[in-house]
C-alpha cells in the first residue's frame, strides 16, 4: 500500500532542510518565505535490518523495502485559507496526503529569522492548526450549501450527511479540529470521507531543536535537530555512525519519523523471502491474512486458500525454510488469521 506524508510548517523553521536530509533529494531551502513553491516529493526506503537477514538467508537477487513518500509543501502563512502567500496551492498539495507532519521552530539562529519575530513552537503549531481549521470551515460551509437542496427534497442520504457534517461544522467553527468530532466508522465516518478533512488527519509534529538540546519523543510527536539530520545525510554511512555515536544518538531522524509514522498510522509489514526477493509489504495492523495477500496481488486475496507463516527471527535461527519446517515452526493459517509485524509468509491460492 502507498503511503504519502505531507510535511508542512511555517517559512524558516527548517522543514525544506529537514526535508532534503530526509530523502538527499535537493531543495531550495533559501533563507526567505515561500522559496519552496511547488511541492518535493521523495520517496524514501523505511530502514529495515530484517530485510538484509533474511535476503543474506536466501541468498536473495534483491532486497525490495517498503517506501513512504514525503512531500515538502510550500511554507504557508497566518492567512493561507484567504490565499495569502502561497496558501491555495499548500491546501490544495495537503488535501491528498495521508497524515500531515507539522515541524515547528525551537533551534535559535540568529542568520535564520522567524516569520513571527520571536521562537514558540507553541504558536507556530496553533498558527498551522488554525489555517487548515478555517480552511476546513470554508470545505464544509460549500458542501453544506449543496446538502440544503438535497435536504428540501427529502434525500434520505442527504438527511443523514447533513446531520455529521454539522457536527463537524460545530466543532470547526469552535476552533477545534475535526478529527476531535468522534463519529461512527461504519455508519457516520463514510458519509464524509470524500470531504478528504485537513484536520480530520492524522497529525504528527516534529520539534527542529539546536543540535546539542534533543529530547526523547513525546506523547504529541518527536524532536529532531534538521541541522545534524542534514550533517548527517552528507557523510559516508561509516562516517555518519562514528558521528551519530560521538553525539549519543541512537536513531536517525528518518528512522525516528518513520517508526512515529507507522504507529501514527497503525501501519506494519510483513515479508516475503525467496532467491528472487526479499520484499517488506505495508499494511494495517489488524489485517487478515487474505487481506495481505491482497497486498501483493488481488487476485492472492479472492483466491486464498491458506499462508504459510513463521516470525522472522525464528526463520533466521533456523537457518532455512526447510529446517524451520522440520523443527515444526512453520505454521499453516487461515483466512481467519491476523498478520503479526514481522511475519514471514507464503501464501497458496486457487489456480
Known sequence: MSLQIGIVGLPNVGKSTLFKALTKIQ??????????????????PVPD??????????QSKKTVPAVIEFVDIAGLVAGAHKGEGLGNQFLANIREVD?????????????????????????????INLELVMADVQQVQKYQE???KKVRGQDKTAIKEKIVVDKLLTALQAGQLASSVVLDPEQEEPLITHLNLLTRKPMLY????????QTDTSAV????SAKIEAELSELPEAEAKE???ALGVQQTGLEKLIAASYQLLNLQSFLTTGPDETRAWTIQRGWLAPQAAGVIHSDFEAKFIRAEVISWQQLVEAGSWSAARDRGWVRMEGKHYQVQDGDVMVFHHAA
Open 221 to 224: 510527536g518527536i524532536s529532531i
Open 243 to 245: 558521528m551519530m555515536t
Open 99 to 127: 497524515a500531515i507532519v507539522q515541524v515547528v521552530r525551537a533551534f535559535s539562529d540568529s542568520n535564520v529569522t522567524h516569520v513571527h519575530g520571536k521562537i514558540n513552537p507553541t504558536t507556530d503549531a496553533e498558527v
Open 27 to 44: 531543495v531550495d531551502a533559501s533563507n526567505y518565505p515561500f522559496c519552496t513553491i511547488d511541492p518535493n516529493v521523495g520517496v524514501v
Open 206 to 213: 516534529v520539534l527542529n531543536v539546536d543540535e546539542n538540546s
Open 49 to 58: 535490518e530484517r530485510l538484509h537477514q533474511l535476503a543474506a538467508l536466501a
Open 146 to 148: 449543496k446538502l440544503e
